[in-house]
């Protein structure tokens, strides 16, 4: 079966960092372009990067230039976000979703890993 899954979330102090991991499984991982996504309360879901299925090709929302950086490892199965210098905004469930690159119809999400920027 496919599964899709986050760690590394938890609650930081302003300025402080996490690297987030998402797992995959049950699905050829390296045909997938990989995203993170996140959402606060009360908030639409908002896309935060993107990594192309062979990890040559990035990009980021603006809120995340200079901050974050995605990577993938496509021998682990494995995409990251490393997250620096975070903010209290930051704060949200953060998930990540995997396209296919042929059709960009089939789609996998996680379920999310909580992350907290609190003073």
């Known amino acids: 079966q496919v599964q899709l899954v986050e760690s590394g979330g938890g609650l930081v102090h302003p300025g402080g960092s996490l690297r987030l991991s998402c797992a995959a499984s049950?699905?050829?991982?390296?045909?997938?372009?990989m995203d993170w996504y996140r959402q606060a309360p009360g908030k639409e879901r908002e896309w935060v990067a993107r990594?192309?299925?062979?990890?040559?090709?990035?990009g980021y929302a603006d809120s995340a230039k200079g901050r974050f950086t995605i990577s993938r490892d496509n021998a682990k199965n494995t995409v990251y976000l490393q997250m620096n210098s975070l903010k209290a905004e930051d704060t949200a469930v953060y998930f990540c979703k995997a396209t296919w690159v042929l059709s960009g119809a089939r789609e996998y999400w996680g379920q999310g890993t909580q992350v907290t920027v609190s003073s």
């Open positions: 990594i192309s299925s062979t990890g040559t090709s990035i």
């Open positions: 049950g699905f050829t991982f390296s045909n997938y372009v």
